[in-house]
Each structure stands twice: as structure tokens, then as C-alpha cells.
């Protein structure tokens, strides 16, 4: 069993920052990629960014690319998505998820184990 708790939610304002935590406990932290995920209201959730467990493989959505970045620190079992320039778009509540053992993926169906969220809002 894994458990993943996401932090560092919150209320800003358009042009912004905000880094969210996730912690992960019960399985090797390490070998798992791992995953960012949200969900808006009244739409289907959706693929943010996934890093790979080495860290040497990133990806992300096209409408965060070059103000998103995840990261991730093995030694704290602990991922990172650091959101610069933030939109009233990205208001959501954001997931992180265990993925697949070598490289990425942007599909849901890659991930077994999942956060309860953290909320974002983004105020325009």
C-alpha cells in the first residue's frame, strides 16, 4: 500500500507561484515515476507533468510547459510541482500518483496509487 498526501495549495492571484509537495510513504519511493494530475470543475482531470524515478525523463502538458516544473527528491520520498506565472485557468484541484516503473506517462490509466488533491485558485 502507498500513501500519498499532496501540500502547498492555496489562493493566488494571475502571475503568481506556488509549490506543491507530495510525500509519499509505504513502497520504494524510488521506483516509480511519478505524476501531477488535476481536475477542474465540471471537467475530466487531466495530465500536468511526470517525472521519470531517476529523474532523467520529464514531461509536461502543453499549457503548463515553460511555467511548470516538477521535480523530485528520492531521499525525502517527496515530488515537487513548482507553478510560476499562474492562470485563472489552472484553478483546480491537483493529484499526484504513483506511475510505471521505467519512463513516463501522461495516461491516468498509468498510475495506480493517487493523493486526495490540493486545492488551487488562481484569482484573475
Known amino acids: 500500500q502507498v500513501q500519498l498526501v499532496e501540500s502547498g495549495g492555496g489562493l493566488v492571484q494571475a502571475g503568481g507561484s506556488l509549490r506543491l509537495s507530495c510525500a509519499a510513504s509505504g513502497r520504494t519511493f524510488g521506483s516509480s515515476a511519478m505524476g501531477w494530475f488535476r481536475q477542474a470543475p465540471g471537467k475530466e482531470r487531466e495530465f500536468v507533468a511526470a517525472?521519470?524515478?531517476?529523474?532523467?525523463?520529464?514531461h509536461y502538458a502543453d499549457s503548463v510547459k515553460g511555467r511548470f516544473t516538477i521535480a523530485r527528491d528520492n531521499a525525502k520520498n517527496t515530488v515537487y510541482l513548482q507553478m510560476n506565472s499562474l492562470k485563472p485557468e489552472d484553478t483546480a484541484v491537483y493529484y499526484c500518483a504513483t506511475g510505471p516503473q521505467y519512463g513516463t506517462s501522461r495516461y491516468q490509466t498509468a498510475y495506480d496509487y493517487w493523493g486526495q488533491g490540493t486545492q488551487v485558485t488562481v484569482s484573475s
Open positions: 517525472i521519470s524515478r531517476s529523474r532523467a525523463i520529464t
